[in-house]
């Protein structure tokens, strides 16, 4: 069962490149969402999605792009790395049941990125 | 928006004690409270939930419980092991339009010495 799984596991960029984390999930997950973890600040939601099409904005959206033009597929999108975004970066699946809404989240493995 | 707080932000226990960590929550609309683990270098993973209709909720060394008039819930280890040590997140959830967001505190260093 491969889950949630991102891409890259590591990244390093130089301040103004832009790049894609990518997300796919094969659990047919009606939501998905981007957190990102910095040391005391807890789980972040950058971006979230409640399916294909749909998406919005999270606590902390400055910076980044998503879409999802896939039930599976969630990329996060850096337009313009900055220093301020290295982190590392989670994306979750879930879905909600008629029955008792709110389900358990599953995370992907992370993308550590470093921007310099 | 929903505003959760975790505490504390580091506990250490010997081996065999008890841990407790303790949130807070602001939305009285939030009806699902999750705990997460996070072992050193991996993505978190649910280790218990609770909902709004259940006040405890136990599985095995590891139980939750939750006081919606005080809005706050509460993660009890009991007998603890070395393998406990990581890093554990709760959070809490609604309906309607944040169905599938999920709002984390900031998380508890537990460590477990042997």
């Known amino acids: 069962n491969a889950g949630v799984t991102q891409t890259p596991k590591f990244q390093v960029l130089k301040t103004g490149q832009s790049m894609t984390l990518q997300c796919a999930q094969d659990m047919n997950h009606e939501y998905m969402s981007w957190y990102r973890q910095d040391p005391g600040m807890g789980l972040r939601l950058i971006h979230y999605?409640?399916?294909?099409?749909?998406?919005d904005q999270g606590e902390v959206p400055n910076g980044y792009n998503v879409s999802r033009s896939t039930t599976e597929d969630f990329p996060l999108r850096l337009l313009s790395a900055a220093p301020s975004q290295t982190s590392v970066y989670f994306c979750?699946?879930?879905?909600?049941?008629?029955?008792?809404?709110?389900?358990?989240?599953?995370f992907g493995q992370g993308t550590r990125l470093t921007v310099v | 928006g929903e505003n959760v707080e975790q505490h504390p932000s580091t506990l250490s226990v010997q081996e065999g004690d008890s841990a407790v960590i303790k949130c807070t929550y602001s939305d009285s609309a939030s009806n699902y409270f999750p705990w997460y683990k996070q072992e050193l270098g991996k993505g978190p993973q649910l280790i218990i939930d609770i909902r709004s209709n259940v006040g405890e909720k136990k599985d095995q060394r590891i139980a939750v419980t939750l006081n919606k008039t005080a809005k706050h819930f509460s993660l009890h280890i009991t007998e603890t092991q070395p393998e406990d040590s990581a890093v554990y997140f709760c959070a809490a959830s609604g309906g309607g339009s944040t169905l599938g967001r999920l709002y984390f505190g900031r998380g508890t260093q537990l460590t477990v010495w042997p």
């Open positions: 999605s409640v399916g294909a099409g749909i998406t």
């Open positions: 979750a699946s879930s879905y909600s049941s008629n029955r008792e809404g709110n389900t358990e989240a599953f």
